[in-house]
């Protein structure tokens, strides 16, 4: 096994590794409804945001699509629940 500059959480001092991370980033786009301000867009960017391998969580309100950035595909149940639970409605892929 080779000597790495890069911690076991993937960090490394370098940027390579963000680098990497970012090159195999899966991004999905969701529709979702009942977004209407700038708290529902800082809502679900915290709820989507907290959950295990997102990286990234972009709200557009004025479409009514999120679009989550991940480390793999995610799992669409989990997004639909935390979406549901945060009072909105998610609606399918785009």
Same mark, same amino acid.
């Given at each position: 096994m080779s000597s790495s500059c890069c $911690? &076991?959480? %993937?960090?490394? $001092? &370098? %940027?390579? @590794? @963000?680098? #990497?991370?970012? @090159?195999? @980033?899966?991004?999905? #786009?969701? *529709?979702?409804? %009942?977004?209407?301000?700038?708290?529902?867009? *800082? &809502?679900? #960017?915290?709820?989507?945001?907290?959950?295990?391998?997102? #990286?990234? /969580?972009? /709200?557009d309100l004025d479409t009514g699509r999120v679009t989550v950035t991940s480390a793999a595909d995610p799992d669409d149940s989990v997004i639909a629940d935390v979406v549901d639970e945060a009072g909105y409605e998610l609606t399918g892929r785009v």
């Open positions: $911690s &076991t959480d %993937g960090r490394c $001092s &370098t %940027g390579t @590794a @963000a680098a #990497t991370a970012t @090159a195999g @980033a899966v991004t999905t #786009t969701y *529709a979702v409804s %009942g977004m209407t301000c700038g708290h529902c867009k *800082a &809502t679900l #960017t915290r709820v989507i945001g907290e959950l295990d391998g997102v #990286t990234g /969580v972009d /709200v």
